[in-house]
């Protein structure tokens, strides 16, 4: 057979099929609708959303940088009260991140675990949720969208923790006008995707992390020399799902002779791997988060469908985000040979793309059979059991007026400012008159 017999034709562009209106006349298809529903508001008033959202945002990451800039010189003085300074702004802007999906993107977190997390997840009679999860832990997930961070944060704000949450990013973001500057003051983790150069600094924060500080300096109940608490997460993934992911995911499992998952990005393990091997010593347990959007059909991609205009203005954010929750002893992971820590990645993430294939085809995580939620009562200590598979809650902070406290150190600067130039006034009136 000649080539031009072998050669393939390109196929011709197939037309979406027409309905029939009656006497003749015709019309496209109505467009796949949103997951979430029509545009509940208009462009004006997306208008007036994203400005309220952008003056809110302004004016609190604003209060919070300057509350970092006001503790900066604690770092030359006592670095203990420095990084107790800093993780009272990291609390104040997982106070904002909170309060911006609870006031313009309300969402709706469904969550699930295993038995291994079995009486770690509560629910207070509020509907809140409780997470009694420990201090110090390695915190991994699938990436899904950008909003992932968010929600994750929220979980550390449900466990007291919103302070201490450490995030590995891409170096590109550390330059990010106001924010990059303030997540450096966070002590976020920036990597250039470059090993030989972010090992060092990568090895550097993470002893950081491995030091003991004092308690008393980081608001702990424990004796000064404990460890600071500390949640690290880190998406093994290295980007959220996407058409350019899952290219790159693809090309990964050729280039390795592994197969692709369908629902998630093959995890790269040298980062997590480093992260485990260096803080073996004062972490004990890793905590899985699989995370799935409401939704989201088999082949579709939640940063396409739930970007923040249609989140945050058009008034759809995804009917629920859902979260099932696994945790790992650290002494049961193989930390010292690389290959065998590759394949025990590889298995937890194939665990995930079966579980998120479940999610897909019934619209549920697997829950525990055995699992008890334990509802406080009003925060007195009083106790009721029920059984319950899904707590089912919505993102929020505790109190109204707990944003509030973002103004403080801006409002105690503005107070500290207005004594001092009355006591100038005064001091200088006092010389001029005994002159």
Not at 253 to 264: M, N, R, S, V
Request: hydrophobic share 40%; proline share 5%.
């Amino acid at each position: 057979m000649s080539s031009d017999t072998l050669r393939q034709r390109v196929p011709d562009k197939v037309k979406k099929p027409e309905i029939d209106l009656g006497a003749g006349a015709t019309s496209k298809p109505p467009p796949e609708e949103h997951p979430s529903g029509p545009i509940k508001h208009g462009g004006s008033t997306q208008a007036y959303r994203a400005a309220s959202l952008l003056l809110y945002f302004a004016i609190t990451t604003v209060s919070v940088h300057v509350c970092q800039f006001i503790g900066a010189p604690l770092y030359f003085y006592d670095q203990d009260w420095y990084y107790a300074w800093m993780a009272l702004s990291k609390r104040f802007f997982g106070l904002i991140v909170t309060t911006i999906t609870q006031w313009w993107s309300p969402t709706v977190i469904r969550i699930s675990g295993d038995a291994s997390v079995r009486g770690q997840l509560k629910q207070a009679e509020d509907g809140r949720l409780i997470c009694d999860f420990p201090e110090r832990m390695v915190l991994v997930a699938n990436h899904q969208i950008y909003t992932d961070w968010l929600y994750l944060w929220w979980t550390a704000y449900t466990s007291r923790m919103h302070g201490h949450i450490y995030i590995i990013l891409k170096e590109s973001l550390k330059w990010v006008p106001i924010l990059g500057p303030g997540m450096q003051f966070f002590s976020f983790i920036f990597l250039s995707r470059k090993w030989a150069t972010d090992r060092p600094r990568f090895q550097h924060r993470l002893r950081k992390l491995s030091q003991r500080h004092g308690g008393a300096a980081m608001g702990l109940t424990g004796t000064p020399g404990e460890l600071d608490p500390m949640w690290l997460l880190i998406f093994p993934e290295g980007t959220n799902l996407s058409d350019n992911g899952r290219v790159k995911s693809g090309q990964w499992a050729e280039k390795t002779g592994i197969e692709d998952l369908k629902h998630a990005l093959l995890p790269r393990a040298t980062g997590l791997l480093f992260c485990l091997q260096e803080l073996r010593e004062t972490v004990d347990w890793v905590y899985d988060c699989t995370i799935a959007y409401e939704g989201v059909g088999r082949g579709q991609f939640a940063q396409d469908l739930f970007t923040i205009r249609s989140t945050y203005l058009q008034g759809r954010p995804p009917k629920s985000v859902n979260m099932h929750w696994r945790r790992f002893a650290v002494s049961s992971i193989p930390l010292d040979d690389v290959a065998e820590f590759e394949k025990w990645l590889d298995e937890r993430w194939r665990e995930k793309d079966a579980l998120l294939e479940l999610y897909v085809e019934t619209g549920r995580f697997p829950a525990d059979e055995g699992e008890v939620v334990t509802l406080n009562g009003h925060g007195n200590g009083g106790e009721k059991k029920e059984q319950r598979k899904y707590i089912e809650t919505a993102v929020g902070t505790n109190n109204p007026f707990e944003i509030l406290q973002v103004y403080v150190p801006f409002a105690t600067l503005g107070l500290v400012l207005h004594l001092l130039r009355k006591l100038w006034i005064a001091t200088m009136g006092a010389i001029f008159f005994w002159r």
